[in-house]
């Protein structure tokens, strides 16, 4: 597997990872009717990077990475994670935080935070926990669940070397 940095010719391939993992509402804040159109904005917008994990030519996985805040707080990295459902339980997931974590520490950020982290999500938070994020804080209610109603969200922050 290969992880390279996103082009717009693999819009239509990470609009089909983001479009399934949506669709549940239950671990991510964009609506299930966010459009492809909207895709280029939340994903492949100017103020970030884009990439993607590669298996056999097909996109397993794919990630964003950019400052968590403009100006006086862009020294802190923020990043989005999707894995292909047919792809899970292979470890691109953490080898997406891997690579983000190097990629954030080459582009000068000090820390990488995850602003909200799904407290339902067992499977992230123990994943970023192993990748070194601890939780520095909880919103009540943070994550409206599209089954669950309003779960907690966590915050989730780890130091770059």
Known sequence: MIIREATIN????V????KIVIETGDTFVFSPGTSKEDLKTIWF????KSFVAEESNKITGTYFIKPNQVDLGSHIANCGYMVHPLWRGK???RLLCEHSIN??????????????VVSSNATAVKLWEKCGFKIIGTIPGGFHHMESGYVDAFI???AIN
Request: hydrophobic residues 45%.
């Open 103 to 116: 990629k954030a520490h080459e582009l000068g950020y000090r820390g990488m935070q995850f602003n909200i």
């Open 15 to 18: 609009w089909e990872i983001f």
């Open 45 to 48: 917008g100017s103020t970030m």
């Open 156 to 158: 989730m922050f780890r």
């Open 10 to 13: 693999d819009l239509d391939a």
């Open 91 to 93: 470890a691109i997931g």
